[in-house]
């Protein structure tokens, strides 16, 4: 069974420190995807970024920056330099092979970023 | 328009009645999901629809639960003799194609509260 694990419920950071959000994932597929989205108070889904599971390169985009390792099944995100605006709820999601994206979300993860 | 589109935003209903939830997918897009969020909770998958026939409905919970796409583009999720326990943030989201190359970009959702 596919499962995604996000162990950190709420993190609070003042703004500009870094912060990490943890993901775990279980899956028997030998090729998969894992995502992240964000939630903003206004409850739309927002795609922030997209991994197959034969790409372990890690990924920064501005202020963002993913690590994958496959060794420990893990996928986690970190904000450098965190803002007031980062404040929301993050999922960690993961698809399997079988042909079409139904995502397996995790639980979230609620930042809140303080002035 | 530009993106997923949901209606009605907020629904309230009384326990028994019949409800029924529209979403508009980005133009062009063949893939189209339901899912269902829990305060607290990530989003469940409940069905998908590739072109006008449901290719996955195993996360519908029950056969109260149905959801059509007469024309391959809108979709209705129709819930009938609604139970206080359906309250949720019903979300749509919809793909250019199938399988975790493509990602699902998801409307703002509609928050159903049944009283």
Do not use: M
């Not at chain 1, 904000?79 to 092979?97: E, K, M, N, P, W």
């Not at chain 1, 042909?99 to 303080?114: E, P, S």
């Not at chain 2, 328009?1 to 062009?28: F, H, W």
């Not at chain 2, 819930?79 to 493509?102: F, N, W």
Request: aromatic share 14%.
């Amino acid at each position: 069974a596919q499962k995604v694990t996000q162990a950190q419920t709420e993190i609070s950071v003042v703004e500009k420190e870094d912060v990490t959000l943890d993901c775990v994932y279980e899956t028997r597929d030998t090729t998969y995807y894992l995502f992240w989205y964000k939630q903003p108070p206004s409850g739309e889904l927002v795609f922030l970024i997209r991994r197959n599971s034969f790409d372990e390169q890690n990924e920064i985009s501005g202020r963002y920056s993913w690590n994958f390792q496959k060794s420990t099944s893990s996928f986690n995100f970190t904000i450098t330099a965190s803002q007031v605006v980062d404040s929301a709820v993050y999922f960690c999601a993961l698809t399997g092979s079988g042909g079409y994206n139904k995502l397996i979300f995790g639980a979230g993860t609620r930042l809140a970023v303080h002035p | 328009g530009a993106g997923v589109s949901q209606t009605p935003s907020n629904k309230v209903t009384e326990k028994g009645k019949y409800v029924e939830l529209r979403c508009d997918p980005i133009s062009g897009h063949t893939a189209l999901y339901w899912y269902r969020q829990s305060l607290g909770q990530g989003p469940e998958f409940l069905i998908y629809f590739q072109g006008t026939g449901a290719a996955d409905d195993s996360g519908l919970p029950n056969d109260r639960f149905f959801a059509v796409r007469p024309e391959g583009s809108v979709s209705t999720l129709k819930i009938q003799r609604t139970e206080r326990g359906d309250s949720a943030v019903y979300l749509c989201a919809s793909s250019p194609g199938t399988g975790g190359l493509y990602g699902a970009f998801f409307g703002q959702g509609t928050r159903l509260t049944v009283v």
